[in-house]
């Protein structure tokens, strides 16, 4: 059967069972669905054979997997130098399968070779933005109970300044750093540990705007489940194809796309270290990449730039761009075309699901709609009651598939995962043609004056103005209205931050959606908040 759980190890057998034991309890996880042939997975599965080894197995060891700025590995190197690193990680520092590893650094070949090398293991990785502080890294630490980290030494004094409030961490080790010496030093095999299908090997931390940020365990079957849904059926890359972004490997939209994705099919990555917008643009070129994921606020300061400097970069190599992490302003979209001539392929995802569960190929992307539902996911829009609302209607997003949250230890469980259903937060409607249509994070819609209106519709509006740069739209407190619609603007250079902007940008939204939605106040910027993963932190610009 598909999804059994495990039998224990055999006794003797070494194994740390945290991550089993800290699961939510079987009626506080979603309702699963692997009815598709491609989601029978056995009983024992470990994720990096499938992904890594299998390549080699079958004589493909030679083709090109992973480049940075410092190696260029087939697949054949990278499954040594990750089986080296297994080794160190068994061997030296006694990793027993189960334990949780942190793995801490920019995106590169070697946090790629780490991420493979617990895996392995059998162990369980722990990704960590790389801007994250000794206080966060806590946070992770002690939710997680981490035991290892591998940690790029260039960023090893916040891991350092949190080590005294981490007892569970007791060893870690530095690549860039002795790490890789210490790999040299070991044999290049390593016998993968034969895992169950529904062992934890990846606990993501959300990159939650407040509160603890809440772990969500993904088994090796998640992995292989996401790598077996969205790839295929919607963004159908090709074995040739060179995939490029700049999420963070701690991201799961940037582990799956720019890693599990590429090797699920034979393909390869280049992992950029500092992929800023201006970075990005030459890294295709030098790279000739033909897959890009990104954030929409980065799709369009690259349209942007390019729109700018027209012929600077050479984007011929391009083939598919995927935007995720927050919804895609048609303006962006428009934009992105007119400078590349590609269409943009939208996705929603989550950490909770690993990735992406609706979404459109450039051949269905239409502007204002995130897409259909993937197959292996199903999906509703759900009223305050819980029920199905029917088409046309706004109400919460709710979706179930092979994979789902499973929260580490955390009572918030219980809001996301409701009547076997994952419900992301989104409010959402479905159009006639069957598109799903973002409107806003159930907690952002502004309701002024009786009516509700969703910030990111304004912003939409506000993008297609020719003086803007960037905008956030927040409800802010009203003594008459309850909320108003507030924009905070950054205006392109050379434009004037004054009162006749702020009326033309006013008579402009008026223009273009319902006069009501129109931002009774705006507010000039130089910048927005951003999360490192491009998302707008809307709290952060709301009333204090
Ligand atoms: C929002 C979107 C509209 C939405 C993610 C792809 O973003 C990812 O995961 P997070 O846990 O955030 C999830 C929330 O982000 N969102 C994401 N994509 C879209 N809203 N249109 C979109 N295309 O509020 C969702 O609930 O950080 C995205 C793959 C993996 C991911 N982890």
């Known amino acids: 059967m598909a999804c059994m759980r495990s039998p224990d190890p055999a006794p003797g057998e070494r194994f740390d069972s945290f991550a089993r034991d800290h699961l939510p309890p079987p009626e506080a996880q979603p309702e699963f669905l692997f009815e598709r042939p491609e989601l029978q997975f056995p009983a024992r599965l470990n994720c990096a054979t499938e992904l890594l080894d299998r390549w080699v197995e079958r004589g493909q060891g030679g083709r090109m997997c992973i480049q940075g700025a410092a190696q260029r590995w087939t697949y054949a190197e990278l499954q040594a130098q990750a089986n080296r690193i297994a080794r160190v990680l068994v061997d030296e520092l006694g990793l027993v399968p189960g334990n949780r590893v942190l793995l801490r650094g920019a995106n590169s070949p070697m946090l790629a070779a780490c991420w ?14 790389p801007l994250l502080r000794a ?11 981490v035991t290892h980290a591998l940690c790029d030494a260039g960023l090893a004094a916040e891991l350092d300044a949190a080590r005294p409030d981490c007892p569970t961490l007791h060893q870690v080790l530095h690549f860039g750093g002795e790490l890789e010496a210490r790999a040299a030093a070991q044999p290049a095999r ?9 062992d934890t090997c990846l606990i993501a931390f959300t990159s ?9 365990m993904h088994f090796h079957r998640d992995v292989m489940a996401a790598c077996a849904c969205w790839p295929p059926h919607v963004l159908r890359a090709r074995p040739d194809d060179v995939f490029i972004g700049s999420p963070p490997l701690a991201f799961t939209f940037g582990l799956g796309g ?11 990555a280049a992992l950029v270290e500092r992929a800023s917008p201006d970075a990005l643009l030459p890294a295709i070129a030098q790279y000739r ?83 259909f539902v993937v197959p292996g996911y199903r999906a509703a829009v759900l009223g305050d009651d819980g029920r199905e609302l029917p088409r046309g209607q706004v109400g919460r997003l709710a979706v179930k598939g092979p994979t789902g949250c499973k929260y580490l230890d955390d009572a918030r469980q219980a809001n996301y995962v409701q009547g076997g259903w994952n419900l992301t937060g989104d409010a959402y409607r479905i159009a006639e043609d069957g598109q799903f249509e973002y409107q806003a994070r159930t ?62 940008l006013q008579d402009f939204v008026k223009a273009t959606v319902a006069p009501y939605k129109y931002p009774r106040e705006i507010e000039f910027r130089a910048s927005l908040p951003r999360t490192e993963t491009g998302k707008l932190q809307r709290f952060r610009l709301r009333a204090p």
């Open 443 to 504: 907690d952002d819609m502004i309701i002024s004056g009786g009516y509700n209106i969703a910030g990111p519709e304004v912003e939409s509006a506000l993008l297609l103005h020719p003086a803007v740069a960037e905008c956030g739209v927040v409800g802010w407190p009203d003594e008459a209205r309850g909320q108003i619609v507030k924009a905070f603007v950054v205006l392109k250079p050379g434009e004037a931050a004054d009162a006749a902007m702020v009326k033309t």
């Open 258 to 268: 720019l890693l599990l994705f590429p090797l699920s099919i034979g393909a390869s």
């Open 135 to 145: 206080r966060e890294l806590t946070q992770i630490v002690v939710k997680a109970q």
């Open 289 to 371: 990449a033909s897959v890009l994921f990104t954030a929409p606020t980065s799709y369009r300061a690259m349209a942007l730039q390019l729109a700018a400097h027209p012929g600077q970069h050479d984007l011929s190599s391009l083939r598919k761009c995927v935007s995720a992490g927050e919804a895609l302003p048609a303006a962006t979209r428009t934009l992105w075309k007119q400078a590349t001539g590609i269409e943009i392929i939208d996705g929603i995802g989550s950490t909770e699901m690993l990735h992406i569960f609706i979404s459109a190929d450039e051949a269905h992307a239409r502007p204002g709609a995130t897409g």
């Open 190 to 198: 390593f016998d993968n540990v034969d895992t169950a299908a529904d």
């Open 116 to 129: 493979f090398a617990v895996v392995k293991a059998g162990g369980i990785a722990v990704g960590s933005m």
């Open 208 to 216: 939650g705007t407040t509160g603890v940020p809440k772990g969500t």
